[in-house]
């Protein structure tokens, strides 16, 4: 049975079956895809740009899991209900204390929105940082395991966190945002919501990717990433940087906390099921690749869309999560190191 | 550091008393006789689990005992156990219910014989859902298995994610019914022995005046049938390449263990366990409803094998018995007491926090859980393969420099 087995591993392994079975998924989606398009390219674009707005919320959750992959090679499991935590805790702050109705004006609502995060991107990057100073420091040298499960462990408690202080009922603040559009192309329409989403966490994105890049702590997290023991060697504090990399992460999930509030509706265990969509896309991306991240939770976004919103032979939402954690399988078993990764023993 | 020989010495340790298995085997046998007498006892007798909650326990304690297999002998994180639950209760569905009622088929059930659908005796259909799991296990394994730690637990969450979905939406297959989608599938039969129905054994169980204490002791029998697989397998050459692997795969790999091979067999066998429990828990429950399978299942058996002691067999037996205990019984005694007592906190409703807790500080302040695993926790302490060579946080303490000749 074994050498049945293994030969029919070795013909499934060869690159040749591989690449064919792989392009063969990408064909048929693309048929789909563009059959639906002819159907009404009008409708099609709309669906498209739904995704974008999902999308965008998942790309800045996505980048939370892979900067600490790629700084500790580590799934922060905990990471997706501190972002559903920061939603709820959003929502305390524009409905309860700012006060903002539906009918206040536009300029307090931006007003309270731009405090708001003053005050969630902070808390929440400490608390992140708290998170990994109680659960995953202490275990930095355990084997990989034991902090994998203490994630799982500080994910629940989180949700429980939010459970206890929010209880069961959903939290929403999408009626503050305008309803209708804000420009239209032809039949297409921009809406006021997506013009939020993208007003907010396109800036993010540009801060991110200017601290990354250009400042000397973002180097040293580059550096930790690349080679712990050797950047410690040349003086960098890692366990600094890694503290560092809690914050920006806690910070990323403050920020999508509140696009998500605003788009949709959180409740204690939104976290979940949108941390694991957003693992999949930093996975789909390539971990440990920030433009990865975001490229990943953008094609997750339109196939969410897609797989929900368009006509011609759509599975429906009863399938979503199906096929979302389907892909991730695909990517895993076809292309370990994700689209613009690369590849590692890891993976391999 | 110790040296080599003593480190061997500790591997192979003492043996264990040989008196306490049986008389373990012997009380938890005949509990139901004595469980009235626990329960009129002052004090913790409100804390004492009935027989039909101890039925629950033994389930679940006995896929936990399967995914020490997977998770404790073989070091392979699978955060999607519950998928193979799901295959062993629909298994059951599908060979013992009404779901196919398009063909009648009976062999040896304990139903009726004009009743429609496939009726196969129970005592088939566990080592017929024991096998189908083994074979999903195996499919599951061969594509993934070669993915290492993290990526083989996000994997394997993928497909704890997927089952329960194909399950809930599976009631029409191009027009097929498969699993009656969220309704599920029941009544399933009943457990029973037709045969002996002379002798005053029950034909079946479900309608037995003895219903919870027929289904423990074939329970209890089940469970013990596990741990002696459980303890036989880990001392086989077979559970000694999984432990190998655990510690360090390349040295394993290079010391001619096939990896792949023994990987997907610590896969499969924790599979088929949690096939096998997962079938009789669906008889007891008389059916198999998608709202049971969900990933707080894969986390919780995670929780009892990392309580009691990852590898450890009697570590996992208590942890699984304490944790599902809570679950069933415990917590909701405990939150009356409280309510008793004035304290309005109902520990039922954060369960999930209270895993968490739970496992975040046994890895903290006690990794190697209750009833160590003496490999496994020298394992710990000594570390694997992947201590890094120079420790950032601690330095000096764990490396060979003295840190006074700096």
Same mark, same amino acid.
């Given at each position: ?26 064909? %048929? ?7 639906? $398009? ?8 709309? %669906? ?11 790309? !800045?959750?996505?980048?939370? +899991? ?10 922060? $499991?905990?990471?997706?209900? !501190? ?39 902070? @808390? ?29 462990g500080m994910s629940f408690i989180v949700s429980n966190v939010a459970l206890g202080l929010y209880g069961v009922d959903y ?22 919501? @997506? ?28 550096? %930790? ?21 809690? $914050? ?19 409740? +204690? ?32 976004g339109f196939i969410q869309s897609f797989t929900e919103g368009l006509l011609w032979y759509a599975p429906g ?16 078993? $076809? ?14 | ?248 795969? *390349? ?81 909701? *005694? ?58 950032? *946080? ?13």
């Open positions: 049975m074994n050498e049945t087995a293994n030969s029919i591993l070795r013909i499934l392994r060869s690159p040749k079956v591989v690449n064919g079975i792989g392009l063969g998924f990408v064909g %048929v989606i693309v048929v789909w895809l563009v059959v639906n $398009f002819v159907k009404g390219p009008e409708y099609f674009a709309n %669906v498209a740009l739904d995704g974008l707005t999902r999308g965008s919320i998942y790309g !800045v959750v996505a980048l939370g +899991y892979t900067l600490v992959y790629g700084i500790l090679q580590l799934i922060n $499991f905990a990471h997706g209900d !501190v972002f559903a935590l920061s939603g709820l805790v959003a929502s305390t702050l524009l409905l309860s204390v700012f006060d903002i109705s539906p009918t206040s004006s536009n300029l307090a609502v931006a007003g309270a929105i731009a405090v708001t995060l003053a005050i969630t991107v902070p @808390l929440f990057a400490i608390i992140n940082g708290s998170i990994e100073r109680v659960a995953y420091r202490p275990l930095r040298n355990a084997p990989r395991l034991a902090p994998l499960i203490t994630a799982v939290e929403s603040g999408s009626d503050l945002i305008p309803q209708g559009d804000a420009f239209t192309i032809g039949e297409i329409q921009f809406t006021w919501k @997506l013009v939020t989403a993208l007003v907010i966490i396109v800036p993010t994105l540009i801060v991110l990717s200017w601290f990354v890049s250009s400042t000397r702590q973002g180097k040293a997290m580059r550096a %930790v990433a690349q080679d712990t023991e050797a950047s410690a060697m040349v003086g960098i504090n890692v366990n600094r940087t890694i503290s560092v990399t809690f $914050f920006i992460a806690g910070s990323l999930a403050a920020v999508a906390g509140l696009v998500f509030l605003l788009e949709f509706q959180v409740r +204690y265990d939104t976290g979940f099921e949108l941390g694991l969509i957003a693992f999949t896309a930093a996975v789909l991306g390539g971990i440990g690749n920030l433009s990865g991240a975001v490229l990943g939770a953008l094609l997750i939402g009863d399938w979503t999560r199906s096929i979302v954690f389907g892909i991730l399988i695909a990517v895993l078993v $076809f292309r370990p190191e994700g689209l613009l990764g690369e590849r590692t023993p890891e993976g391999a | 550091m110790t040296s080599l020989s003593d480190r061997a010495r500790r591997i192979a340790g003492g043996r264990r008393e040989t008196w306490l298995v049986p008389l373990l085997v012997v009380l938890g046998l005949l509990y139901p006789w004595y469980e009235e007498t626990l329960q009129s006892l002052p004090l913790i007798g409100d804390f004492v689990p009935s027989t039909e909650s101890m039925v629950v326990m033994i389930a679940l304690t006995m896929m936990a005992v399967g995914l020490n297999v997977v998770v404790g002998y073989a070091g392979l994180l699978d955060l999607g156990y519950v998928a193979f639950y799901a295959v062993g209760a629909y298994t059951a569905g599908w060979f013992a219910s009404q779901q196919f009622d398009q063909v009648t088929f009976h062999f040896f059930s304990s139903v009726p014989n004009d009743q429609p659908g496939i009726h196969i005796s129970m005592w088939l259909v566990l080592v017929v859902a024991g096998l189908l799991t083994l074979f999903a296990g195996i499919l599951i394994g061969l594509p993934t298995l070669r993915l290492r730690g993290d990526y083989l637990a996000i994997v394997t969450l993928g497909f704890g994610e997927i089952v329960p979905q194909v399950v809930r939406n599976g009631d029409n297959f191009g027009g097929f019914d498969l699993t009656h989608g969220a309704f599920g599938i029941a009544p399933i039969d009943a457990v029973g022995i037709p045969a002996l129905g002379v002798i005053g054994l029950p034909e079946n169980f479900q309608t037995s005046p003895n219903r919870a204490l027929w289904y423990y002791v074939v329970a209890f029998l089940l469970l013990l049938f596990t741990v002696f697989c459980s303890v036989r397998l880990r001392d086989s050459r077979l559970g000694r390449a999984w432990i190998a692997i655990r510690e360090d795969e *390349t040295a394993a790999a290079a010391m001619g263990v096939p990896l792949m091979r023994t990987k997907t067999w610590s896969y499969a066998i924790g599979a088929f366990f949690g096939g096998v429990a997962g079938a009789y828990y669906a008889s007891f429950r008389g059916g198999a409803f998608p709202a049971d399978f969900y990933f707080q299942i894969s986390v919780f058996l995670l929780c009892m094998v990392i309580l009691g002691g990852i590898g450890s067999i009697w570590g996992v037996l208590a942890g699984g018995m304490i944790l599902s205990y809570l679950d069933r019984e415990g917590l909701a *005694t405990i939150g009356s007491k409280l309510q008793d007592a004035g304290i309005d906190f109902e520990p039922t409703k954060y369960n999930a926090g209270i895993y968490g807790v739970l496992i975040v500080a046994m890895m903290l302040f006690r990794p190697a859980g209750l009833i160590p695993e003496r490999r496994h926790k020298i394992e710990l302490e000594e570390g694997v393969h992947d201590t890094p060579f120079y420790d950032v *946080t601690t330095e000096g303490t764990l490396t060979d420099r003295d840190p006074s000749d700096d």
